[in-house]
């Protein structure tokens, strides 16, 4: 009678991790091992023989990555849970990933020979990115854009808050029926807007400025004209029409454009609410120095970007195979610190920083709730591999920002004038605005401001 397959891959796991597995396997022939004194532990479900192939191929994140996105690999229970009990293995235990000794891979082979599992590597799922060319020319630029956020706007508009912000709330009140996700974006933007001491008359950039929920809020509540660039030709389209639904044509003007090629300054101030990711380490240089041209003297820059990792603890500053195959290819995060030095070395003066980290805990849970609550319709807006794709998206990026492997910060900067005098008020209070949030004690959606026609995707 065949051994069953599961205590056979739990007993050789566990010898190269050097450690018990903090979640159980289930394998395709029903048996299961693993984590036995927690009935409560995520259940790793191994479907075919197919996954356990990608992950003699490619050993850890992303033979693990690969088999999830095609379905040979499930997870039972909380996902997220899950992933954060294989993070504290990793730290107690001070791995950084998977490396298999020669013997090691000598016992893999042996039993992936028994369990049929030998055999030329297995097709990469259709959901992952294959760029071409130099990283972070204008052209992969487009295409790492496009691979990411031309998915599908019916999509988006399913999944994110009706303003369509993609990007971390600002909660100032706990969640629940009285204040919701919709609340804390709105919040968010406001303080934007108040950071960037927004008036009428002013002249407003947003750089990747997606689905314009910031330039419309800023020309409907602080009477701003304003121009917006993105690289996504979706992101333009629903935006524009956005726009003109709501009369502010004459007011705000979104462009299909590199960052780059933006040369009409100057502009009384700039946002850049998590674009700098996709910058890259080589061009960032370039694009502080951008940033800083086009704004005039004394104006203010508000950036809002992820960071991970201390200074030479960290060598996935794309977030890992998955994230940078999968989800956000070319893509790098940085130490809050190096970042800052970056933006200063192009001449601008930093002004303030605000951590929204566990704000983000809060705001990528109900994306991950609507995607998991409502799974038949997220499958039909885009198929089942690029929702596999975004539970395990959401699902790590919310126990990383639980965790604070990664965070968030909103960086306040003022470029100086030629005297080197700021233009900032004194006060902190007075540079940060009144919060009109302090006063609400419940959402207050205005008619007419959220709404727009998504066509649906073919």
């Known amino acids: 009678m065949p051994r069953p397959v599961a205590p056979q891959l739990v007993d050789l796991l566990e010898r190269v991790i050097g450690a018990a597995l903090p979640i159980r396997i289930r394998a395709w022939d029903g048996s299961e091992a693993g984590a036995a004194d927690d009935p409560a532990a995520p ?29 040979e690999l499930d997870v039972e229970g909380d996902l997220a849970d899950g992933l954060s009990r ?17 013997s090691d891979r000598i016992a893999a082979a042996a039993l992936a020979a028994r369990l049929g599992a030998v055999g030329p590597p ?42 369509m912000t993609y990007s971390c709330g600002y909660w100032t009140q706990e969640p629940g029926p009285g204040y919701r996700l919709v609340d804390a974006q709105r919040d968010k933007l406001d303080l934007v807007c108040r950071k960037l001491g927004l008036a009428p008359g002013m002249r407003l950039l947003d750089v990747g400025c997606g689905w314009a929920s910031l330039l419309v809020h800023a020309a409907q509540h602080y009477g701003v004209t304003a121009v917006g660039v993105t690289l996504s030709a979706r992101q333009r389209d629903l935006g524009a029409a956005r726009v003109a639904e709501l009369g502010l044509a004459d007011r705000i003007e979104i462009r299909l454009q590199d960052y780059r090629g933006v040369d009409d300054p100057p502009f009384d101030a700039i946002a850049s609410i998590e674009m700098g990711e996709h910058v890259g380490d080589v061009n960032y240089p370039t694009y502080a120095a951008q940033l800083h041209r086009l704004l005039r003297p004394h104006g203010r820059l508000l950036l809002q970007q992820m960071s991970r990792g201390a200074a030479g603890r960290d060598d996935n500053p794309g977030g890992g195979a998955f994230m940078e195959r999968y989800v956000a290819p070319d893509m790098s995060m940085r130490p809050l610190g190096s970042t800052l030095n970056l933006l200063e070395a192009a001449g601008l003066e930093l002004a303030d920083v605000h951590s929204l980290r566990e704000h983000y805990v809060t705001t990528v849970r109900p994306w991950l709730d609507t995607l998991q609550d409502r799974k038949a319709e997220a499958i039909r807006l885009v198929g089942e591999e690029q929702y596999r794709v975004w539970l395990l998206y959401l699902a790590g990026a919310s126990s990383a920002f639980a ?32 919060d009109p949030a302090l006063d609400r004690l419940a959402a207050d959606v205005r008619p007419g401001e959220l709404t727009a026609t998504v066509a649906p995707t073919r």
């Open 86 to 102: 294989f993070w504290a293995l990793a730290r107690a235990h001070g791995l950084s990933g998977v490396t298999l000794s020669a």
């Open 403 to 434: 965790e604070n492997r990664m965070g968030v910060h909103q960086m306040l900067f003022v470029r100086p004038g030629a005297d080197g005098t700021s233009g900032l008020p004194r006060s902190r209070a007075a540079v940060l605005g009144p």
């Open 122 to 163: 297995p097709r990469p799922p259709a959901a992952e990115a294959r760029l071409r060319g130099t990283m972070h020319t204008r052209r992969r630029d487009r295409a790492a854009i496009a691979h990411h956020y031309d998915l599908s706007n019916e999509f988006y508009a399913f999944l994110l808050d009706p303003r």
């Open 43 to 71: 259940v790793a479900v191994l479907r075919h023989r197919r996954g356990l192939r990608r992950l003699l191929w490619a050993p850890g994140e992303l033979g693990l990555a690969r088999a999830f996105v095609a379905g």
